[in-house]
């Protein structure tokens, strides 16, 4: 079975300082890993997404993800947070269901990130 | 470009009423999808289609219905609301070979609230 934990239901940063979101996943077989962002009253926009290939995903925003197999993490970090980061953020695992050919993703249930002035 | 727009934005049912929410894209994509995202939860999959006509359940189908006339619209129906359909529904839409290939685009969502 596969699922995903946010170890974190808020964070709170000060602007210019790192961002650590946490994800954790578990799942039966090398997975696929996204990170999803929900600005408010907007629709989810993908940040980046791992699929086997360097475990080092670098996405939009400045934003990255480590694949950790032995931690079994996928940890979104950013160097230097900016007030435009203020939003909720998705760690999601995918699934290729049994008899079907379509990826089915497995959300958390989220991280609201803070940004401080 | 519009994406993916969703209408309406709010709303408010009585027990046992019904609805309907609309989901349009114009990316030409080929799957869509409805998700429900409830208080403190990730989204969960109510429905998909891989194209028009072809229509299958998510994780959580039960108390909803979908059709796909068209490639642009994927409507999702509410015969008899009930209190655990509260929740926040998110269309969404992607080219082709499904959500771990393709990026998926989302809309904005409608709330939804049944008293």
């Known amino acids: 079975a596969q699922s995903v934990t946010q170890l974190d239901s808020h964070v709170s940063v000060s602007e210019g300082t790192p961002v650590l979101l946490r994800c954790n996943y578990s799942?039966?077989?090398?997975?696929?890993l996204f990170w999803y962002v929900q600005h408010p009253n907007k629709g989810l926009q993908l940040l980046l997404k791992y699929t086997s290939a360097a475990t080092l995903v670098k996405g939009i925003n400045g934003f990255e993800a480590e694949f950790k197999k032995s931690e079994t993490s996928f940890h979104l970090t950013k160097p230097s947070a900016h007030m435009s980061d203020a939003a909720e953020y998705f760690c999601?695992?995918?699934?290729?269901?049994?008899?079907?050919?379509?990826?089915?993703?497995?959300f958390g249930r989220g991280t609201q990130l803070t940004v401080w002035p | 470009n519009a994406g993916v727009t969703q209408t309406p934005k709010f709303r408010i049912l009585k027990i046992g009423q019904s609805m309907t929410l609309q989901c349009t894209q114009d990316m030409n994509h080929n799957y869509m999808y409805w998700y429900r995202q409830d208080p403190g939860m990730g989204l969960k999959l109510i429905y998909y289609s891989v194209g028009a006509g072809i229509t299958d359940k998510g994780e959580v189908p039960n108390g909803y219905n979908v059709s796909r006339s068209t490639t642009e619209d994927f409507p999702l129906r509410l015969e008899l609301a009930a209190p655990s359909q509260t929740s926040v529904y998110f269309c969404?839409?992607?080219?082709?070979?499904?959500?771990?290939?393709?990026?998926?685009?989302f809309g904005p969502g409608t709330r939804l609230l049944v008293l």
């Open positions: 969404a839409s992607n080219l082709a070979g499904g959500p771990i290939q393709e990026t998926q685009y």
């Open positions: 999601v695992v995918s699934r290729v269901e049994r008899g079907s050919t379509l990826g089915r993703l497995y």
């Open positions: 799942s039966s077989y090398s997975p696929s």
